[in-house]
């Protein structure tokens, strides 16, 4: 059964992927029918694997690798041990019964589908971030209730109270969150890796007890805690959250987003214990918060503000015991936190929608009569938170005082005893202003108060169950049943306190101080309003919470704006006016120097052109009377030797050349005749003569071979005649 842990976490997510995919479109007003069961199955597989964890179980189940980069090795894996089943069991019950109550709490609301997305949403971010087996998948549960926080705390983000809210909430946060990184970024490179099971075992010999690393890993961590659990200086985020639906005010303060830097703390607890400095200012931001936020839940006229500040002093409670070593008495008053915190603000929700979503506790009272069962749940969260015994509250702080006290952290011990008695007063005073007395509202809307249905008052009745019974499991811190099933999992150097017997002055004293509380509480409101007004200066500094939200404003708003608008005016006037300067200067220089060549440079040059332009006058006149002159002179000489040539060319050149052309004609004209005389007459003889010849022998050739014959042998005989006579 322990090795199907992964489906506790998983009922959540299948239900917020149905819903956030379907349910604006086709599921709409029936989307609690998945995110119920989903929260339902995940409550029962959780009470399941609880019980065999409490049965000595315990499993460190890798799913699958998630990051793989060299050396930097990351799975997806959950841890099943004592610590993570008592979480997972807060977590899923609370939760439960948070989505069981809205059903009929959100029944009409637009957002019907969107709310239910985000509280399925919410419910597996917080599982993630209990049961993660290292610190790379805590933190991105840590993150996923952050975002869930945003989203529900701005749910109604239509109005600018909402949207106002849920960025303060998330801006806040992400100052606690960067130191948490900057803790995981140390640890990775101390010990090579984020898995629990290899840090946690060699703690002690990687780090010194008391060392700097020790000390400076541990803060940055704890940064991280004050933010997401609302501690001093970055308390101012949670009481605005209100702006939210009641139930999710609920989960967030009771079981999942608050507690979570609770829990990191005690599950980090091998590092805390080997950084005392630390642990020591864990101690004291923790009772400084306790005491500030209880002083002024005092004053809130908010019913919901008033419960908010409520929730940050019982986490300084968490805060303080947890750093005196005391992490199993922190986890004992988580858990039964847990139950009567959820209880008051499911009664507070009850009271909102019969009221048609009045808040403010001076126009309430009275409402005890016709609200009997939320007015008896929320009587006994009060009293529990108070301190009262039997009730859980009672067990868990009387143990807290004990530790401190037992430790001799005498001073941290004094300021407890003064949020115990602040927290007492308040939350009587709280539960006076809303259900005793007179109504002080519009008596028509008293008259027709609507009885709480069902799947409202039900959760009311077991939670207010669980208040009663959930702190005998912690009695006593030697022999409690909650302390024996976490006590071998946490570190064993707490403070005496912590292993002794309570004994009962060390009982009755937080008692004593919690009924002086209560009784004070009563005597002061028994009339409307009067004791605040005889202390108005003191009043006023409550109720304005100590200018805390308006010193943050001045110095990190405001103050930013001041830092910025200074800024601009040194670049105005210091850079761009440096700048500027060098142009005026370059601008200046450059009127200077075109003076300068306007007046010598020029002028020098126009000097010179003139003497050219004179230079070049005179050049020209000179040109004009001697050059011109001289070449003038030998262009008429020229002129006369070119007509002298020419007569000697006409009548000497031109008159031998004619000569000789005349002779030349007279003797063509010689060779003409003679050519026509001799020449062509010799041809034209030589012409008849072969002309003749070939007529006779035309006569000779006959054809006939005989007459060949014959004058071949004539022709023999002559050639022999020949040559005879030439011999």
Not at 34 to 44: D, K, R
Not at 349 to 355: M, N, T
Not at 422 to 442: E, S
Not at 642 to 649: I, N, P, Q, R, Y
Request: glycine share 10%.
């Amino acid at each position: 059964m322990v090795e199907l842990i992964w489906l506790v976490p998983f009922f959540p997510l299948l239900g917020a992927t149905i819903n956030g995919l379907f349910g604006q479109w086709s599921i709409r007003e029936r989307a609690y029918w998945v995110a119920v069961p989903a929260a339902g199955l995940s409550c029962l597989v959780a009470l399941l694997i609880s019980l065999q964890v409490f049965a000595g179980q315990t499993l460190d189940l890798d799913l699958y690798p998630w990051v793989v980069a060299g050396t930097f090795q990351v799975s997806v894996g959950f841890l099943v041990d004592p610590l993570s089943a008592v979480m997972m069991l807060t977590v899923t019950v609370v939760g439960f019964l948070v989505h069981v109550y809205s059903v009929r709490y959100m029944h009409g609301d637009p957002g019907y589908a969107r709310y239910f997305t985000y509280l399925n949403l919410f419910l597996f971010a917080m599982l993630v971030l209990v049961l993660a087996n290292n610190y790379l998948l805590l933190f991105l549960g840590w993150e996923g209730v952050g975002l869930c926080s945003y989203l529900l705390i701005g749910f109604w983000y239509e109005r600018k109270s909402g949207g106002d809210a849920a960025n303060k909430a998330f801006i806040v946060n992400r100052v606690g969150d960067a130191g948490f990184l900057l803790g995981l970024f140390l640890i990775w490179t101390t010990f090579g890796s984020l898995a629990f099971s290899e840090i946690f075992p060699r703690a002690e010999e990687v780090l010194a007890p008391g060392s700097t690393l020790a000390t400076v890993i541990t803060m940055a961590l704890f940064v991280g805690a004050l933010g997401k659990s609302a501690q001093l200086p970055l308390s101012v985020w949670l009481p605005d959250a209100m702006e939210g639906p009641t139930p999710t005010s609920a989960l967030i303060h009771a079981a999942t987003m608050v507690t979570a830097g609770v829990y990191m703390v005690v599950r980090s607890s091998p590092l805390f214990s080997l950084a005392p400095e630390t642990s020591n200012l864990v101690a004291i931001v923790g009772a400084l918060t306790a005491v500030f936020a209880a002083s002024i839940g005092c004053v809130q006229t908010n019913i919901k503000q008033v419960l908010a500040y409520s929730t940050i002093t019982q986490l300084g409670f968490m805060f303080l015991v947890a750093g005196l070593g005391a992490y199993t008495t922190a986890m004992f008053h988580l858990f039964t936190h847990a139950f009567f915190k959820s209880l008051l603000f499911l009664g507070t929700g009850s009271v909102i929608l019969a009221l048609h979503g009045e808040h403010d506790i001076r126009r309430m009272g009275g409402l005890a009569p016709h609200m009997r069962v939320t007015a008896s749940a929320f009587l006994i969260g009060a009293l529990a938170s108070a301190g009262i015994f039997p009730l859980a509250g009672f067990w868990s702080q009387s143990q807290i005082l004990s530790a401190v006290f037992n430790g001799g952290h005498y001073f941290v011990w004094g300021l407890s005893l003064a949020a115990a008695f602040l927290t007492a007063f308040y939350m009587f005073r709280l539960y006076l202003l809303t259900f005793g007395g007179r109504y002080r509202g519009n008596p028509h809307a008293l008259r027709s108060l609507p009885k709480a249905p069902a799947d409202m008052w039900i959760p009311l009745v077991i939670l207010a169950v669980l208040t009663i019974v959930a702190g005998f499991v912690g009695v006593t811190p030697e022999h409690g049943a909650f302390y024996s099933f976490l006590r071998p999992d946490l570190p064993q150097a707490g403070p005496p306190g912590e292993r002794d017997i309570l004994r009962v002055p060390f009982a009755l004293l937080p008692l004593g101080v919690a009924c002086f509380g209560i009784g004070l509480a009563y005597l002061s409101y028994t009339q409307w309003w009067g004791q605040p007004a005889r202390f108005r200066s003191v009043y006023l500094l409550l109720f304005r919470r100590y200018f805390l939200d308006e010193i943050y404003y001045a110095v990190f708003l405001d103050g930013f704006r001041r830092l910025c608008r200074l800024l601009w005016i040194l670049d105005a006037r210091v850079i761009d006016g440096a700048v500027n300067g060098v142009v005026s200067l370059v601008r200046r220089t450059g009127a200077a120097v075109s003076g300068l060549d306007g007046t010598v440079i020029d002028g020098t040059v126009n000097a010179a052109a003139t003497l050219v332009v004179h230079a070049g006058a005179a050049s020209a006149r000179l040109d004009e009377q001697i050059v011109d002159g001289a070449v003038n002179a030998v262009a008429d000489l020229i002129l006369g030797a070119g007509a002298l040539t020419s007569t000697v060319d006409a009548k000497v050149v031109d008159g031998a050349v004619n000569t000789v052309a005349g002779v030349v004609l007279s003797a063509s004209a010689a060779s003409a005749r003679a050519d026509r005389g001799l020449v062509d007459g010799a041809v034209n003889r030589i012409a008849d003569l072969v002309f003749g010849a070939g007529a006779l022998l035309r006569r000779l050739h006959t054809g006939a071979i005989q007459n060949y014959l014959l004058a071949m042998v004539f022709g023999i005989v002559v050639i022999a005649v020949v040559f005879l006579m030439s011999r």
